[in-house]
C-alpha cells in the first residue's frame, strides 16, 4: 500500500456552547497527515530543528497509549538538539479508524504496511537526516523487528519498557505471565478485540493481541500472514541499540529486556538498567515519563555521541 500525503496544521476546537476552546500544546504542533489506500490515516506530530542534518528521532507508543503522553521526552530530545516525530499507533490516539471489533489487524500490518509509510513521511521531511527510532513497550518491540527488514532506514533504536513476552523470560513470574498473557490472547480471539483490564488497561486490536500471546508462547516472532522470517532477522540486525530497563518495571522486566537483546546477536547493544544510581525517581514501566529530563537527555547523549553520558554507563 502507499501512503499519500499532506501537511496540515491545527486551529482552535469549538466547544458545545460555541467557544472556541485552546487546543493542547501537542494538537499545536507541526503535523503530517498519512493516508493509506485503506483509508487508514495517521498524524505525525513534529519538532524540528534548524539544521536539516540533526538526527530525526521517531517515537512510537506502548499498547493503549497516546503519542500525545511521550510529549516531555520529545521535548527533551528537541532541546537536546534532535528532531523529533511523533505518531500513534493505528487505532490509537489520532489515527483513524478508532478500534472496533472488526478491526482485523495484527503485527504483520503494523510492520509490513504502516511503518513503511510513516517512516516514508518522516524521511522525506527530514531527507538530510538518520533516523533513530525510540519505541516504548509494544512500540520497542516493533522498532526492532521494523530495523531488522529495513536496515537502510535506521541508524539505531533506543527501546524503553520493551522486551520479549516469551513466557520464560519473565523468570520467578513466568507461570503468571503465561497463563495471564494467553488469557489475553484467547479473549481477543473470542470477541475480536480485547477490550482493556487485567495486564492491558486499554482496549487493543484482537489480532495485535493474538500475535502477541502467540509471541509469549513460543518465543518466536510469527506474525498472522507474514512471509518474513523475523527471527533470523533479528539475529542478523546491525544497527546499534540502546536498550532501557526500568528497576521497578513489573511488566517488562529486566530479565525480559536481556532475552530479547540476546536475540540481537550482531548488533551492538548498549543496556542501561534504570536503579536509584540513575538519578530517575520515577522507574516503573509508565510513571518513568516524568523523568524525561534524565532519560531523554541520556539518550540523547547516546544518539548524539555514540555512548551514555558517565552518570548513566
Not at 38 to 49: G, K, P, S
Not at 111 to 131: G, I, M, N, T, W
Not at 176 to 193: D, F, N, P, S
Request: aromatic fraction near 8%.
Amino acid at each position: 500500500m502507499t501512503g499519500v500525503l499532506m501537511s496540515v496544521s491545527s486551529t482552535g476546537h469549538n466547544t458545545s456552547d460555541g467557544a472556541t476552546r485552546r487546543p493542547s500544546e501537542f494538537a499545536t504542533l507541526e503535523a503530517i497527515r498519512v493516508t493509506l489506500d485503506d483509508n487508514v490515516t495517521f498524524v505525525i506530530r513534529v519538532l524540528a530543528q534548524e539544521d536539516p542534518t540533526a538526527p530525526v528521532v521517531l517515537i512510537l507508543p506502548a499498547m493503549a497509549l497516546k503519542a500525545k503522553f511521550y510529549l516531555p521526552l520529545a521535548k527533551t530530545l528537541h532541546a537536546a538538539g534532535l528532531s523529533v516525530a511523533t505518531c500513534d499507533l493505528r487505532a490509537q490516539g489520532e489515527s483513524l479508524p478508532s478500534l472496533h471489533p472488526r478491526s482485523k489487524f495484527g503485527y504483520r500490518e503494523l510492520l509490513e504496511v504502516d511503518f513503511p509509510a510513516v517512516v516514508k513521511a518522516v524521511r522525506a521531511r527530514f531527507s538530510q537526516a538518520p533516523l533513530y527510532l525510540f519505541g516504548h513497550s509494544l512500540g520497542g518491540q516493533l522498532s526492532v523487528l521494523y530495523a531488522s527488514s529495513a536496515r537502510d532506514d535506521v541508524t539505531g533504536i533506543c527501546i524503553i519498557g520493551a522486551g520479549s513476552v516469551y513466557w520464560k523470560a519473565f523468570g520467578p513470574k513466568r507461570w503468571e505471565a503465561l497463563w495471564k498473557i494467553q488469557t489475553i490472547g484467547l479473549v481477543a480471539r473470542i470477541r475480536g478485540y480485547w477490550p482493556g483490564g487485567m495486564v492491558i488497561g486499554g482496549a487493543m486490536a484482537g489480532g495485535v493481541m493474538t500475535d502477541w500471546a502467540r509471541h509469549s508462547r513460543t518465543g518466536r516472532y510469527q506474525p498472522r500472514g507474514t512471509k518474513r522470517n523475523y527471527d533470523r532477522m533479528l539475529r542478523e540486525l546491525e544497527v546499534p541499540v540502546l536498550a532501557i530497563s526500568l528497576e521497578h518495571d513489573v511488566l517488562v522486566p529486566s530479565s525480559n529486556v536481556d532475552f530479547l537483546c540476546a536475540r540481537l546477536s550482531a548488533a551492538k547493544v548498549t543496556r542501561w538498567h534504570v536503579d536509584g544510581r540513575s538519578g530517575v525517581k520515577h522507574r516503573d514501566h509508565f510513571e518513568w515519563i516524568r523523568d524525561s529530563r534524565v532519560i531523554g537527555s541520556a539518550a540523547a547523549s547516546w544518539i548524539i555521541h555514540g555512548h551514555l553520558p558517565p552518570a548513566s554507563s
